[in-house]
């Protein structure tokens, strides 16, 4: 193509960074309201919050880590975090590898606990963000998108001067939260490039790929029974599901995002369980028996007179489940077998990574790499 006529997506990409320089010049250095269209309004709060806590768009910007015991502390809390995302910061890394991005897993409070891809550690503004660690929330390094995910709580994706600091402007990403069984913010998933073309489509797949992590996290909760929900005319058995932890009376112990947002009532977090009963027009015991008919597909009424369709799966039943079914997935391997098996040992240990890996003879480093390893 002729230099001389730049492509419609180049002209884009200038009119963007020239309205995000705009929308600098207006907030942070003459005091005035952004015009509407220039950012997004969560970029706009996000540079506002760190203008209120004291934070200079020209500061340096070091890029600390906590220190080694809360590092410790920090990686045997979110042990069940990591291990649920690992495969999917695998399949991440494949999805962008040509692109010059790579993933980053963060704890609720933005701290790195993990990172996968195509990472150039001999470039300082790759090697330092993705080292384990790192505090990479809003309060110290400004608007990203870790930081700006986890004050907003929904998917962002942000180019280049959007980030509030100069240093961090070489940067763009996209940021999604994740969510536990119980409805908390747990973390967030985040791509970065350093220098990349924009590439905005990748916050459509950190939403999907932030959806099978907290899937993830549903299926390794302790339960008796697992309902998987969908409205009547969806095939069950994706990540669209909605998904419900049962224990043996029929109390919800977890729920994912998409049966939050299915069903009405759930407990929020810090709150009392909800039963099942309350959820639905039905016994809950009826779901028990509906689950020794594996497979078959059972309506569930919501108090609001709307149903849903289910499948009610003992939890004995799971790996069946998923060798039967026909849009349920591949059938588990070996290799997750002793994914199980060493989730056991955790689970048995407390929580306690170190006791668990010392249990089954391994190194706290190996266990989590047996985790993620034998996950994908």
């Known amino acids: 193509m002729n230099a001389a006529h730049p492509s419609p997506n180049a002209n884009a990409s200038s009119s963007r960074l020239a309205r995000i320089a705009q929308a600098r010049q207006s907030l942070m250095l003459d ?54 995302a690992q495969p999917m910061l695998k399949n991440l890394a494949r999805a962008i590898v040509n692109t010059r991005y790579f993933a980053i897993l963060t704890n609720a409070d933005g701290v790195v606990v993990d990172a996968c891809g195509a990472i150039d550690h001999a470039d300082p503004r790759a090697h330092l963000i993705t080292r384990v660690g790192t505090d990479l929330s809003e309060r ?8 700006t995910a986890l004050s907003e709580l929904q998917p962002v994706w942000l180019h280049r001067g959007e980030h509030f600091f100069d240093q961090t402007s070489v ?21 970065t490039g350093v220098d990349a073309q924009e590439r905005p489509e990748l916050k459509h797949l950190v939403m999907q790929s932030a959806s099978k992590i907290e899937n993830a996290l549903i299926t390794a909760l302790p339960h008796a029974l697992m309902l998987r929900l969908n409205w009547p005319g969806h095939a069950l058995g994706s990540d669209a599901d909605g998904m419900l932890c049962l224990d043996f009376e029929g109390w919800i112990t977890g729920a994912n995002p998409v049966a939050r947002q299915m069903v009405p009532g759930l407990a929020a977090p810090g709150h009392p369980p909800m039963h099942v009963s309350d959820a639905f027009g039905m016994p809950f015991e009826l779901l028990f028996d509906a689950a020794k008919r594996p497979g078959k597909l059972i309506e569930l009424p919501l108090w609001s ?8 799966i003992h939890r004995d039943d799971e790996a069946h489940a998923l060798k039967a079914g026909a849009s349920a997935g591949p059938a588990l391997a ?43």
């Open 31 to 84: 005091g005035r309201s952004i015009t509407p269209g220039w950012v997004a309004p969560w970029v706009e709060r996000s540079w506002q919050r760190c203008l209120n806590s004291g934070l200079q768009p020209g500061s340096h910007v070091s890029f600390a880590q906590v220190t080694a015991p809360m590092l410790r502390y920090t990686l045997e809390a979110n042990h069940s975090l990591i291990a649920a």
């Open 334 to 376: 070996l290799r997750e077998v002793e994914a199980a098996m060493i989730r056991k040992a955790v689970d048995e240990a407390r929580g306690n990574v170190g006791q668990a890996a010392r249990a089954l003879g391994i190194s706290r480093a190996t266990l989590y790499r047996k985790l993620g390893q034998k996950s994908s």
């Open 140 to 147: 110290s390094i400004g608007t990203t998108a870790i930081g």
């Open 171 to 191: 940067y763009s990403c996209a940021g999604a939260p994740l969510f536990g069984p119980d409805g908390a913010c747990v973390g967030m998933l985040d791509v």
């Open 305 to 312: 007179g709307l149903r849903l369709q289910a499948q009610a």
